[in-house]
């Protein structure tokens, strides 16, 4: 029943931007905490970015801190990641989830390259 969707990831130069999007279903967006979390080949999951339910307060790795921003929407139930200053190690497949890493999406593919 849950779904989740990404959607905006692409090719981007170093130093260029993107913004990733998840729109999702099936359960009571506004109540839950949302993460991002990624995936580079040879590499395990690596958790990128939390929100709270409403939006109040965000959370950020240190290789992201600075450089991405997490947002909200809840009339839309979308969560969102702003990336800028896009480096080649955020090459990666980008997921989103629901709080506890209960649900996941598809993945969204992000290749940062000159």
């Known amino acids: 029943q849950v779904q989740l969707v990404e959607s905006g990831g692409g090719l981007a130069q170093p130093g260029g931007s993107l913004r990733l999007s998840c729109a999702a279903s099936?359960?009571?967006?506004?109540?839950?905490?949302m993460s991002w979390a990624r995936q580079a080949p040879g590499k395990g999951l690596e958790w990128v970015s939390g929100i709270y339910s409403d939006g109040s307060d965000t959370y950020y790795a240190d290789s992201v801190k600075g450089r991405f921003t997490i947002s909200r929407d809840n009339a839309k139930n979308t969560v969102y990641l702003q990336m800028n200053s896009l480096k080649p190690e955020d090459t990666a497949l980008y997921y989103c989830a629901k709080a506890e890493m209960s649900s996941w999406g598809q993945g969204t593919q992000v290749t940062v390259s000159s």
């Open positions: 099936g359960f009571t967006f506004s109540s839950y905490a």
